[in-house]
């Protein structure tokens, strides 16, 4: 009984030597040629790295070590790049350790890496021609001679913890021939743990993004890792994560967007606080974040805006952002409102409403960039053109209590405007401007020039020029209620500059208006005296001194095109005033000079009343003007006595009995009206 009892104490024992000695034997093999660990270690990462990242993976060169701890040594590891790129992932150097007994128990299968850090490892991103980007294969491995990638799959294989440390992300565009690849993030440090198939991976990642040093940093856990991508149907592992981000810069964002808005924010930093959650197959991702020093066109601003999302890991491009609780407030400007955007199809939808708005935000000139900036710029990737995020369909409503810019001013602002290859095109636009209603349905503005081109489109209604000349000119030279249409381009929003490129057309009619910079009747009152004294009227001409009436407009109508810093009549301005119907010619130009000319026919009734009913006429006068100067100071000139007189000399009756000075002063300016020019007296 005792003798049986000890049998499998015995075989136990034996068993237990037998293995003893075969490890005893494994190591002192190892320790004699650790070349063959080495080989074994260096065929298992290629062939699990190549699988993992869908890129042929080669190792120059693994020394393998088995003291003070198993492990390996890698140099110059390279993942390569398709065709002519440059490799997509490579490292000089990397060092690992390895769990020896699951190794050598499993023949090599099983591949239990203690750690691995990676120093100073460098990621090659390539945007291609089509819009793409090199990443965007990654994890389909390519295949071997027989279709298939190999044995590797068979292994298994865990690392317990990753330590990356100085790693570089680099961007070039295949569409910029001749620039390198620029530095997109950098200093970037990570400490993963259980990175692996199966194993739930844990870590931090710091890196710098658009600064001198570490200002991202991103915490994460995932359960457990799939073992293959998960297929449609299929549950996605669960995760939480926490992103940081302070002092981004705005401007290195501005490179990523598509190419017909990179000019849309100029400058400023951004602070983001997000976390990641999963929640019924979905991952949630919200949080805030807020604006310094934002910057478009005119002076900096500062902002801030919470996002939430809920992102369906099986279609991702299919993501939608919703922007609540944005806030922008600076000088010359004052708005909030949502917004939101989708990837695939990419769409931008917003409303926005605020106080106050300063037009130099968005049509000024693209400010100047300082030395840091543009030191900045050289490690920022340009993408010349992103054909996948060209086009994207914005569209909002955009409402302002107060439009401004300079002394220009637009109050209950409305539109409704969408966004198209970096141009916005007002598809509804209203405005009060100055008492009266502007109609902007149609004006456009192409954001991707340095200076925006622009075009304007404006019907107005009822415009108060008093109000309009006072705060463009300071002073009201103008009064009365206009309407008119306007078709103008131009570029920028200087007007020293703009009033010299600015092109178009328009009209202008004014039913009841006053001119109060000059007063035509204290010109056309003396010009018709002196034609009467020049017909032996004096009396008349002296009750005519007496009576000036002021310049007062009806039912003027004016149509006129503008080029080269003039705006000139297409055809003579017409009005109608209490001296008569009269006509205007020439041009005006942009920096108030005036040179016009023109007749005013003056009435019956106008001269019968200037001379107290002393030269009853049969028909109008016709007095010649011209008025020269300024809007602010016109110089108004009639025409001569001669003239005049032989305006009036038809129109005014002379008595047959009447002889003497006048009839012969009538008969002298008929022959000299009859001489024909150059002709001796």
């Known amino acids: 009984m005792n003798r049986a009892s000890h049998r499998p104490r015995r075989t136990l024992k034996v068993a237990l030597a037998i293995v003893g000695a075969a490890f005893v034997l494994t190591i002192a093999a ?76 499993s023949l090599g299968k099983d591949v239990r890496v203690g750690s691995v850090r990676l120093v100073e490892p460098t990621l090659n991103l390539v945007h291609h021609t089509d819009g793409s980007w090199n990443h965007e294969t990654l994890g389909h491995p390519p295949e071997g001679p027989s279709g298939a990638s190999g044995g590797a799959s068979e292994s298994d294989t865990a690392i317990e913890h990753l330590r990356l440390r100085d790693g570089v992300v680099r961007v070039m565009d ?85 190419a017909s808005a990179t000019e849309y924010f100029t400058g400023g930093a951004l602070d983001v606080d997000a976390d990641l959650k999963t929640d019924q197959d979905r991952y949630v991702l919200s949080g805030h974040g807020s604006a310094k020093g934002l910057r478009l066109r005119g002076d900096p601003a500062n902002g801030s805006f919470a996002f939430d999302s809920r992102i369906d890991p099986n279609q991702p491009k299919a993501a939608k952002v919703a922007f609540t609780r944005i806030a922008l407030s600076g000088p010359g400007v004052e708005l909030g409102g949502t917004a939101s955007a989708r990837l695939e199809p990419a769409r931008v939808r917003f409303s926005l409403a605020g106080k106050e708005l300063d037009l130099g935000h968005l049509l000024g000139a693209m400010p100047p960039r300082s030395a840091p900036d543009e030191a900045r710029s050289s490690n920022t990737p340009l993408i010349s053109k992103r054909t996948g995020l060209g086009k994207v369909d914005a569209e909002g409503t955009l409402r302002i209590a107060t439009l401004r810019h300079g002394p220009l001013t637009a109050s209950d602002v409305d539109v409704l405007a969408t966004l198209d290859d970096g141009a916005l095109l007002l598809r509804r636009g209203t405005a009060q401007v100055y008492g009266g209603r502007a109609n902007l349905t149609g004006s456009r503005v192409d954001f991707t020039k340095a200076q925006p081109a622009w075009s304007l489109k404006a019907t107005l209604d009822g415009m108060d020029t008093a109000k309009a000349f006072q705060a463009l000119t300071g002073r009201s030279s103008l009064q009365g209620a206009a309407s008119g249409d306007l078709q103008l381009s131009g570029a920028g929003l200087d007007w020293e500059r703009v009033r010299d490129q600015m092109t178009g057309t328009g009209s202008l009619r004014l039913r009841e208006g006053v001119y109060t910079s000059t007063d035509l009747g204290e010109t056309v009152v003396p010009a018709v005296s002196q034609g ?46 209490d001296m008569g119907k009269g006509t205007l010619d020439g041009r005006v130009s942009l920096d108030e000079r005036l040179e016009l000319k023109g007749t005013i026919q003056a009435s019956q009734q106008f001269v019968s009343n200037l001379t107290h009913g002393a030269v009853p006429l049969k028909a109008p006068v016709s007095v010649p003007i011209t008025i020269t100067g300024t809007v602010k100071d016109p110089q108004v000139k009639a025409g001569g006595p001669t003239g005049i007189a032989q305006g009036l000399l038809p129109a005014v009756p002379v008595p047959k009995e009447l002889t003497g000075p006048a009839n012969q002063a009538r008969k002298g300016l008929k022959d000299l009206f009859q001489k024909r020019p150059g002709e001796k007296r």
């Open 30 to 105: 190892l320790a004699i040629k650790p070349s063959w660990l080495g080989e074994r270690l260096r065929a298992q990462v290629e062939a699990v790295a190549t699988r993992s990242l869908g890129r042929k993976v080669t190792i120059e060169k693994l020394d393998a070590h088995l003291l003070p701890t198993p492990g390996a040594t890698i140099t110059n590891f390279r993942a390569e790049g398709a065709e002519s790129e440059p490799p997509f992932l490579e490292a000089s150097r990397v060092t690992a350790t390895v769990q020896l007994w699951p190794f050598v128990r």
């Open 174 to 258: 295949q569409e910029t021939e001749g620039r390198p690849a620029v530095v997109a993030l950098q200093d970037i440090d990570a400490d993963l743990n259980h990175v692996g198939r199966g194993q739930p991976l844990e870590g931090k990642v710091r890196m710098a993004v658009a600064a001198p040093k570490q200002n991202v940093e991103l915490d994460l856990k995932v359960d457990s890792l799939p073992e293959s991508m998960p297929q449609a149907g299929q549950p996605w592992p669960r995760a939480t994560a926490r992103l940081k981000g302070k002092d981004v810069s705005v401007s290195a964002f501005r490179h990523f967007l598509p």
């Open 532 to 577: 009467l004294e020049a017909l032996g009227k004096k009396g008349a001409s002296e009750s005519v001194r007496k009576a000036g009436q002021g310049t007062r407009f009806k039912d003027l109508d004016a149509r006129f095109r503008i080029q080269d810093g003039w705006a000139s009549f297409t055809q003579p301005m017409a009005f109608d005033s």
